[in-house]
């Protein structure tokens, strides 16, 4: 038995190419659904043999394959019209057996990655933004339903139902899963949020036992870019790449020897990537002479402020507190206004900032860093044990095991 490696290596794979092998297989055969269900199973086939036999040489090609074959048996019940059977014959082709194990037609490097043509895809205006977003999360970028509720603070059962609507959609639609020849302006919006949800996800886990997944985060970052290429003068899409280089300039100070989060107040600044923090001031800078300021390019501009300060202490909190007035403008979201009351703790003293962040609690009650700043902000105002309890609702709100670390020494404090 292989049990404990086999798992390890098929977490990892599934962490880098699931939502790869589904774009590429939606996009072959023009049916989410399929694609989707044709990629679970080979994740679950992949578990029975590996653990039984090993990893193979090529586990890449071995899902691949597997994903392809579950698709054209899918295809070979449901097939009832000529498009479905063209796309049969084309996998079919795909997935016969070649010599030495390997697969014609299926190299042993990742092919060309079809993952945009999705991303459009699944933002098309005709479904309903919170279906969009859901959906595109589990189609392209590969997070559970679990993962997609906490990123969009809502429950499992409402998230999964976003997704199934939005797939039955996309069918009864004949929406194509291809990057559109018109409209790409009118669905970047969604885009954009649906990559920095993602960034966000690798950049603090909501749950397992990492604290970050660097490869999701590196693979949102490439998305921007390529979205930024795509549409060029779009000052919105160069602002989420410009935050997103800003963001992981601080990679290297987040994590301690230990693995303990260390807080942005705490860290390391001169471990910070300097080529990344210049690159993300130019294309913030790019974005900004489009004179057409938005969300991104405004979250952009508060981490270049922090980026800026040569220590915490040396932080121009009005500066940041004024651009978060701006950021309201264009999202006033309960976390947008959370954000904003911590750079008001840092002007105006903790009291004011308490007020604006209880104001939140019905919007904000499940989510871990609404309870969390509560928390800080009660000690603050020597609280204790108000902010004990705070903390202990965060502890109990998160999955993060580098935060969990951090609640609880603060509960000790």
């Excluded at 945009?116 to 933004?129: D, Q, R, Y």
Aim: hydrophobic share 50%; net charge neutral; proline share 6%.
């Amino acid at each position: 038995m292989h049990g404990p490696p086999a798992d390890a290596e098929l977490a990892r794979l599934v962490r880098d190419e699931a939502g790869r092998l589904v774009a590429g297989l939606a996009r072959a055969i023009g049916d989410l659904d399929v694609a989707e269900e044709a990629v679970q199973e080979a994740i679950v086939e992949a578990l029975e043999a590996w653990r039984r036999d090993g990893p193979p040489p090529n586990p890449g090609g071995w899902l691949t394959t597997a994903a392809r074959r579950n698709a054209v048996d899918r295809l070979r019940r449901m097939a009832l019209h000529r498009t479905k059977v063209a796309a049969l014959a084309r996998l079919a082709e795909a997935v016969e057996p070649a010599a030495g194990g390997r697969v014609a037609g299926v190299p042993d490097e990742r092919g060309p990655d079809e993952r945009l043509p999705l991303l459009f895809a699944c933002c098309h205006p005709a479904l309903p933004v919170a279906a969009r977003i859901a959906l595109t999360l589990r189609a392209v970028v590969g997070l559970t339903t679990a993962e997609i509720a906490r990123a969009l603070i809502t429950s499992e059962a409402t998230a999964a139902q976003r997704i199934v609507r939005a797939k039955r959609k996309i069918v009864q639609a004949g929406i194509a899963l291809r990057v559109p020849s018109e409209d790409l302006v009118g669905r970047l919006d969604t885009v954009l949020t649906v990559v920095y949800l993602a960034f966000n996800e690798g950049y603090l886990t909501s749950s397992g036992d990492r604290a970050a997944r660097r490869d999701l985060a590196s693979d949102a970052r490439w998305l921007a870019a390529l979205v930024a290429t795509e549409l060029p003068g779009e000052p919105e899409a160069l602002g989420l790449l410009a935050l997103l280089t800003l963001l992981g300039a601080r990679e290297p100070a987040r994590f301690a020897a230990d693995g303990g989060l260390v807080l942005l107040a705490d860290q390391d600044r001169s471990r910070w990537d300097a080529a990344a923090i210049a690159e993300g001031t130019r294309l913030l800078e790019r974005a900004a002479g489009r004179r057409r300021p938005g969300r991104f390019q405004l979250q952009a501009a508060i981490a270049a402020v922090h980026a800026e300060a040569g220590t915490w202490a040396d932080t121009d909190w009005p500066q940041i507190l004024a651009l978060y007035e701006l950021l309201r403008r264009h999202d006033g979201s309960p976390v947008v206004r959370l954000n904003q009351a911590v750079a008001l703790a840092h002007v105006c003293g903790p009291a004011p900032a308490l007020a604006e962040v209880d104001g939140l609690g019905d919007a904000l009650r499940d989510y871990h860093l609404f309870h969390a700043t509560r928390a800080e902000l009660l000690h603050m105002l020597a609280r204790p044990d108000e902010a004990r309890d705070a903390g202990r609702r965060a502890l109990a709100l998160t999955g993060n095991p580098a935060e969990r670390a951090l609640i609880r020494a603060r509960l000790a404090r």
